[in-house]
């Protein structure tokens, strides 16, 4: 991935620990080290924290201009997870798709796993873009 088109983390994804991993055309990734931090009180992973993961990917997935001189922004319009399996490894990772859309909105969907390959959860969303005014 270029450098240049890199999308940093907002603010609390940036204190929560966010990593971009990839980002082009209808793809997005973020990769997440698992920390005590971000767990429960069962001490497993946050399920605000792997929605938030899902929902991320998912925007950016339909974001991608490959100019950083013309971002591109979307808010999410509505969203279901499904939370699947507990997390066995020590990083978590968020894939995000675009599947369609038209000139305001797109589709996506997403799935979180974990670095041993489990699936977590899996998610999909409409999204809205935002003007670029």
Known sequence: MDPRLKEDPYPLQAHMGFEMVDWRD??????????SYLGNRSGIVHGGVQAMMLDTVMGLSGCFTGDPDAPQHAVTLSMTTNFLAQ??????????????????????RAQL?????????????VFRYRSRE
């Not at 209808?26 to 920390?35: F, K, M, S, T, V």
């Not at 490894?89 to 797109?106: C, M, Q, S, Y």
């Not at 489990?118 to 998610?123: G, Q």
């Open 87 to 108: 997390t066995g490894g020590d990083r978590l990772i968020a894939e995000g798709f675009k599947t369609g859309g038209g000139r305001k909105t797109f589709f996506a």
């Open 26 to 35: 209808g793809y997005a990734r973020y990769d997440l080290p698992i920390a």
């Open 113 to 125: 796993t974990d670095n041993t390959g489990e699936l977590i959860a899996t998610s999909t969303g």
